[in-house]
């Protein structure tokens, strides 16, 4: 199955949002374009949504890969970057647990542990969540090549978690279990491993419909653009006025907590549903190459602040703090396409070519479970 690269982009502007959430409060474009230009929180749950969708399309096919290969190859695309970014901002950090801080952060479980989810590179916590993914998806995909699972099933198991999750965790925002941000409790419902589980399950059900009805996809014409915009322009909205939502449900709801992964699944299947001039500049290999150098503007937006803050911005005088923000941006930009070239590409080159040649000289073969008809 042909890749989306026009979803690859959207990682780009959700990782662009985040830094804006992180660095941008004092800015023109945040004064009016607020809540969506900050609406970071909630573009990490795309990302999890995402994660699901390509997980699936990439794997449910290779029948013959092997547990290992999987996870080597999950662990060559993320832990040099990962790693990169760590090590500055441990020696830059003042706190005071930095040690148990470091440990937790290098084997991902920070968001298991409050109050270390954001300890060090704090926006690293979603790792320790897409780790945890990654960790099960083999189990997952084994359990619906084995079960047979349609993408009906997944789909209504997948909603059956969501709502459950979203239950529970508007009904621990409303009670005196929740102490505000910073908390133990804070921590718990917006960074556990678990709350956003369901935003990866959406993904995979997302990705089943993809793989099982090709016919539905990439279509021609007016209607499927119409939907592409209609879908891009109610997530928009519902992100721009969350107030709405509020006074609806009439209790407090979990935004930033995998909240909108129903939306954003539809968002993403609308984008591989039409073919047209927008999805064709998305999947332009500029705007792809951004959307491939996402993960280490997300990742590294920490050290790279604490650099520019500390030794460029203040040489460079720059009193507009939305030139300043600016100016910061593109250095991000410049900084994450390197890291792409530089380290993430020849880090997962090396990694994979250690374990390739460890496979040779031993010969493993857990294959994961032969694909089956759903």
Not at 33 to 47: E, N, R, T
Not at 78 to 106: C, E, G, M, R, T
Not at 295 to 306: A, D, E
Not at 361 to 370: C, H, S
Request: aromatic share 16%.
């Amino acid at each position: 199955m042909k890749r989306i690269e026009s979803l690859t982009f959207i990682r780009f502007i959700a990782a662009l949002i985040v830094v804006v959430f992180h660095y941008g409060e004092n800015t023109e474009i945040v004064k009016h374009a607020s809540p969506f230009i900050v609406s970071g929180p909630q573009m990490v749950s795309l990302f999890f949504v995402l994660s699901g969708f390509v997980m699936i399309v990439a794997h449910y096919d290779k029948s013959n890969e092997t547990f290992t290969s999987y996870y080597m190859k999950r662990i060559a695309r993320i832990v040099p970057v990962y790693v990169l970014a760590l090590i500055p901002i441990y020696f830059f950090s003042q706190a005071k647990n930095k040690i148990p801080a470091l440990l937790l952060s290098l084997t991902f479980v920070q968001s298991w542990f409050p109050p270390y989810p954001l300890a060090l590179n704090s926006p690293a916590w979603s790792l320790s969540v897409e780790a945890f993914f990654y960790l099960t998806f083999p189990l997952t995909l084994l359990g619906i090549r084995k079960g047979g699972i349609s993408w009906k099933s997944m789909m209504a198991l997948s909603f059956l978690l969501y709502s459950f999750t979203q239950a529970i965790l508007s009904n621990l925002l409303g009670a005196e279990f929740y102490r505000g941000f910073p908390s133990p409790s804070h921590d718990l419902i917006h960074y556990f491993p678990l709350a956003h589980y369901c935003s990866f399950l959406l993904g995979i059900s997302g990705g089943l419909l993809y793989l099982k009805r090709p016919d539905w996809f990439n279509r021609d014409g007016f209607l499927p653009f119409a939907m592409l915009i209609s879908t891009a322009v109610l997530t928009y909205f519902a992100l721009q006025k969350p107030n709405i939502i509020s006074r609806i449900a009439g209790f407090p709801l979990a935004y930033e907590s995998s909240f909108y992964s129903l939306l954003f699944l539809l968002l993403i299947l609308s984008l591989a549903h039409s073919r047209n001039i927008v999805t064709k500049i998305m999947s332009t290999s500029f705007f792809v190459l951004l959307g491939e150098s996402s993960y280490s503007l997300y990742i590294l937006q920490k050290p790279v602040h604490y650099i520019y803050a500390k030794y460029i911005s203040g040489h460079l005088a720059i009193g507009d703090p939305d030139v300043d923000f600016y100016v910061f941006i593109f250095l991000l930009v410049c900084a994450a396409i390197a890291s792409y070239y530089s380290i993430e590409k020849p880090g997962k080159r090396l990694i994979l070519g250690i374990y390739d040649y460890a496979k040779k000289r031993g010969g493993r073969k857990d294959v994961l479970q032969p694909t089956r008809t759903i």
